[in-house]
């Protein structure tokens, strides 16, 4: 598929910083990564305009996304496709009518999730139109490394965020860290670049004496890891002295779809989520359900101070698991906000819940501590 005077361009939908891994894995394999710009306010006008008025807010962006990729010169248009009972499976179809519709004329490929390693190295030799096993295992390489070396940096940026003396340094010193990463070629020079990375985040100013609440995001994949589709909500709770940790991430995905369980040190988040949801949820629902029910007895039993689920309008899924909150907070007591978003969700009434959320889970934190003194 390769035009051997001119590199073609392949673009994915933004999540977070997940472009950062991708490049470099198309790099490898001599295919110049187009990165559109990051979601923005466009990107979702462009993606609701044309999008059924039902569908799910991630579906929206992605449309929106790769409407600017075409629109910026991308080649191909790259979708992430599953089975099963989550519509995702069917979303690749409908945008692919959807950009025909439109008259654009980008080619249009898919990743299976659900064929794990050989889904992304399929994909690839599609790309290079030749089967090459050692370079496509390279590529596979360095991007499923990138992945994890990222996941690191942002729980040290959610350390250090819901800490530092001046508000925002810590997200100065993380984009720092991110463009380093980013700038690495080859697994080799990875580590090296990412300890360099690590300690530009380190240097953030921090009150280590700070009252600081700590909280689990789960809810849908995207929602949990797109800063643009949550409206910010790390930063935000960071802001207001919580350190987050997501149960939901890419790497935490590539280790249940990518890794054979024989590879794997300790229970992966599915295994874990099969355990812990089952008086609850005996079987899997589709999208992130059975790991979003399993993930507020997880918080608990870790003693989270709350959990927050974060779910698109309309995802079915998300709002089965929703119906099954009631009965496992009969069972556990742990405070979970369940916020529902859209293209439609104000930042004022948003940001109210968040603040309301934290100084119950503050004053509740403070009462415990308060009768655990004085039973001492």
Known sequence: MVNKKKKIKVAFPHMGTISIAWSAGLRKIGVEPYVQPYTSKRTLSLGTKNSPEAICLPYKLILGNFIEAIEGGADYVAMITAPGCCRLGEYGGSIYSSLKDLGY???????????????????????IGRNDPILIMRALNITIRKVFAIDDLDKALSYYRAREIHFGDAEKNYKKAIKIIDKVESTRDLKRAYNKALAEIEKTEIDETREVLYVDLTGEIYLVNDEFSNQYIERELGRMGVQTRRSLTVGSFLKDAIIPKAFQNKETHLQRAERMAKPYLMRDIGGDALECVSDVVFAESKGKDGIIHISPFTCMPEIMSQNIFPSIRNDHDIPLLALIMDEQTGRAGYITRLEAFVDLMRRKKRANAAKNKTRI
């Open 105 to 127: 004329n980008a080619n249009y490929i898919e990743v299976s999730l659900y064929d794990g390693l050989r889904g992304f190295y399929n994909f690839l030799k599609k790309l």
